[in-house]
């Protein structure tokens, strides 16, 4: 069944070509459609479009539908184009001609609009809560560690003191930003679509603001055409906002996959989180987090995709927009994936003793030593040459390090500022 079927046969090659896989992907949508589809039989009623009655027919088959889906019997069979004319279908099926009538001042165009709307926002909300646990993860590793002591680097050579407080707490305020930008993702996804049809309104009394508060949408796209210029606008926000997420998390990956290597040797994880080799008895490969890098830069891939997709079309639909839903609901279910495993692996790093005195840390503390010069009533830049100048003869010798007392320092992390910024955002709506 088609949405659009005038009675006439099409192409079995032009057919799959179009459909394409829409059918898998909608199983994501169904839920959003059903309870967009109520919140539309409910607004007809009220304008008079619908009887009391048909409402209630409609509400009580979209409800037993709902279940189906929750119990893993819904099914999109292959006669199907997509979840609107499975659902559409089993309504006419079940009620005559009240099962024809729920397509009534609206387009299949504002009905996906929505449908994937809703579908951003509770996933939008559920990767923000995904990334506060891991940044809880990460400021109670900071605590635990705050007092061990690890090498900074610039350019991948030893620089400065750092610690793992220090390290670990980077990472939990970076994503700190990234929930900022889903903040952002979330306000724009947070607007009501239905309403618009194809792009254009409709001659119907309906009431957008009915569907807008039935929803639980903060605003409507008021116009119409905007609502419908949505399409691909909130696909490319929402791959943008998860890229972002992605980057941070590939990084702290990758950070995870040298500190690992024994040319770092500054943590492990447990054999059960690492794979071996079918030669080497004696590797223990970061494959978890080798994937996760691997995952993120493909995700990161995505929204510039969206991007050439979506750049040059003029207003109004085309279909090049069904491109887009397939990497839009790939990009959000791979990154939950993401964070979950990567909240359950990090949780079990252990942690080094790095040795200090291997001599590759030697000039490690080389600023401390200008700075203690400076405190002593040395320039700077005299100071500098003096420590320049035993780095080169060789006489230099590492102190102790002098304390880093300013916040966001080694020894002053500022782990509750930064909880107090992960609190401050709320993205529940």
């Not at 390290?167 to 306000?187: M, P, T």
């Not at 304390?403 to 500022?417: A, E, I, R």
Request: charged letters at 30%; glycine letters at 6%; one cysteine or more.
């Amino acid at each position: 069944m088609k949405l659009w079927d005038k009675g006439i046969s099409i192409d079995k090659q032009i057919e799959k070509f179009t459909v394409g896989n829409d059918r898998e992907l909608d199983m994501h949508l169904a839920k959003y459609d059903i309870q967009a589809s109520k919140a539309h039989a409910k607004m007809l009623g009220s304008v008079g479009i619908l009887k009391e009655d048909e409402v209630e027919d409609l509400i009580s088959e979209l409800e037993k539908m709902k279940i189906q889906l929750e119990n893993g019997e819904f099914k999109i069979e292959e006669n199907f184009e997509d979840v609107h004319s499975k659902i559409e279908y089993e309504l006419t099926k079940k009620l005559g001609d009240t099962g024809k009538k729920i397509h009534t001042a609206r387009s299949r165009n504002d009905q996906v609009l929505v449908a994937q709307q809703l579908y951003f926002k509770e996933n939008i909300q559920e990767i923000s809560g995904k990334t506060k646990a891991i940044i809880d993860v990460l400021l109670g590793l900071a605590e635990e560690h705050k007092g061990k002591l690890l090498p900074g680097y610039t350019h991948l050579q030893v620089a400065m003191p750092s610690s793992f407080g220090l390290w670990f707490s980077a990472y939990a305020e970076l994503l700190i930003d990234d929930l900022y930008l889903l903040d952002a993702g979330l306000k724009i996804v947070d607007q009501n679509p239905l309403g618009s049809a194809a792009g254009y309104g409709s001659s119907f009394p309906i009431d957008r603001d009915f569907t807008t508060k039935e929803l639980g949408f903060a605003t409507q796209k008021f116009n119409v055409v905007a609502a419908q210029m949505s399409r691909g606008k909130c696909e490319r926000t929402v791959t943008s906002n998860i890229a972002s997420l992605a980057n941070t998390l590939s990084r702290f990956a990758m950070d995870i996959c040298l500190y690992m290597s024994q040319n770092f040797d500054f943590i492990t994880f447990p054999d059960k989180l690492t794979t071996g080799s079918s030669i080497m008895p004696h590797k223990k490969n970061p494959d978890v987090f080798e994937l996760i890098r691997g995952k993120c830069n493909k995700l990161q891939a995505i929204s510039n995709e969206m991007i050439l997709i979506t750049n040059n079309l003029p207003s109004g639909y085309h279909r090049d927009f069904q491109l887009i839903k397939e990497n839009s609901i790939y990009a959000v279910e791979n990154m939950k994936e993401i964070l979950d495993v990567f909240t359950h692996s990090i949780a079990q790093i252990e942690v080094k003793e790095v040795d200090l005195k291997d001599e590759k840390y030697k000039y490690m503390f080389t600023v401390d030593s200008i700075n203690e010069l400076v405190m002593s009533g040395k320039s700077f830049r005299d100071a500098y040459k003096i420590i320049g100048e035993q780095v080169q003869d060789g006489s230099y010798q590492a102190t102790e390090g002098m304390l880093h007392s300013h916040s966001g320092s080694k020894d002053n992390l500022s782990l509750d500022k930064i909880r107090k910024k992960k609190e401050g955002i709320n993205l529940k709506i």
